[in-house]
């Protein structure tokens, strides 16, 4: 079975640092491009950051970028997404979700398979 886990959301200070991970299961990441999504509570799901199945093109929200990174090892199959200097307003459930394609280069899909999220909250 297919699935997606990700890990890592904590509470933390405003300017402080997480890294989330994102564990595939039940299929291997290689083919996958991998996608980080964010809901607040109120706001609609917003695109954080992808990442393409090759790790070769990365795409950022520019409310993250600079801040944000994201890689992949697709050895360990499992994406991260390295948050850095973290502002109240990054406070959400955050997803990883995966898209299967055979393009290396793309990443922003209509992304088919989904986690269950992790809480990142920031506040001091």
């Known amino acids: 079975q297919l699935q997606l886990v990700e890990s890592g959301g904590d509470l933390v200070q405003p300017g402080g640092s997480l890294r989330l991970s994102c564990a595939a299961s039940?299929?291997?990441?290689?083919?996958?491009?991998i996608g980080w999504f964010r809901q607040a509570p109120g706001k609609e799901r917003e695109g954080v950051s992808c990442?393409?199945?090759?790790?070769?093109?990365?795409n950022y929200a520019d409310s993250v970028k600079g801040r944000f990174t994201i890689s992949r090892d697709n050895a360990k199959n499992t994406v991260y997404l390295q948050m850095n200097s973290l502002k109240p307003e990054d406070t959400a459930l955050y997803y990883c979700?995966?898209?299967?394609?055979?393009?290396?280069?793309?990443?922003?899909?209509?992304?088919?398979?989904w986690g269950q999220g992790t809480q990142v909250t920031v506040s001091s």
């Open positions: 990442i393409s199945s090759s790790g070769g093109s990365t």
């Open positions: 039940g299929f291997t990441l290689d083919y996958y491009a």
């Open positions: 979700a995966a898209h299967f394609t055979i393009s290396t280069t793309e990443c922003i899909y209509d992304y088919d398979y």
